[in-house]
């Protein structure tokens, strides 16, 4: 018969919440990145066709949708930073959350300044002059 230890070391739920928490948690650093570079590509792609054959909102769609997963991946980090509970882990293991947490709210933050600020121009200016 196993003992109590052993039954919440194999827990399957326990494992299925630090795998959410792993996802999360790198969503957080790496969602905004992700989302900054694709505004980048995709926007940079899309000035030609919009400048031959109209349709700007497909610029101004990609930046919302970008700015959604860079406020997706802040707000990640942000609940992994806050739920960083030293209850039942180690030490390590929750100082590792909050680090990294940190490190995703700072990179968030930047990468969603800089979608909005290359982002002005489209809803400001005329994209093809």
């Excluded at 969602?31 to 101004?60: E, N, P, T, Y």
Aim: glycine content about 10%.
């Amino acid at each position: 018969m196993n003992t109590a230890m052993e039954q919440d070391h194999f827990n399957p739920r326990r494992e299925d919440r630090q795998a959410r928490t792993r996802l999360l948690l790198w969503y957080g650093v790496t969602g905004s990145v992700i989302a900054w570079m694709a505004h980048l590509v995709i926007s940079w792609g899309l000035v030609s066709v919009i400048c031959d054959h109209g349709g700007a909102i497909w610029l101004h769609l990609t930046t919302i949708v970008c700015l959604l997963v860079a406020l997706g991946g802040w707000a990640s980090a942000w609940s992994i930073r806050q739920g960083a509970d030293p209850g039942q882990r180690e030490q390590r293991a929750v100082e590792s959350d909050r680090f990294m947490g940190t490190l995703g709210i700072t990179i968030s933050s930047l990468l969603i300044g800089l979608i909005v600020l290359e982002s002005i121009g489209t809803f400001v200016l005329d994209t093809c002059r």
